[in-house]
């Protein structure tokens, strides 16, 4: 299982350098949409914990609020730093 996701990590790393410099658009997008196989065929084949770490990651990434104001909006607070 360790050696597909390797592999298909590799497979995504590739696709996204010939991605950026390709020249022509449909390569461009030809190899976006190869990257973004691989990198979830790569979640498929990530072990458990890593799964577990990923979803933890995510949800203290951002947490979402209620506006008490009177509008009913539900927002999302992002702790992103630039």
Do not use: H, W
């Amino acid at each position: 299982m360790l050696v597909s996701l390797l592999i298909s990590l590799a497979i995504a790393t590739l696709a996204i350098c010939v991605s950026f410099n390709a020249r022509d658009e449909i390569v461009q997008i030809g190899a976006a949409i190869v990257a973004i196989l691989c990198l979830f065929l790569s979640l498929i084949f990530a072990p458990t914990l890593i799964k577990f770490l990923i979803v933890v990651a995510l949800l203290l990434s951002g947490k979402p609020t209620i506006n008490t104001q009177g509008n009913n909006e539900i927002g999302l607070n992002s702790k992103s730093v630039y």
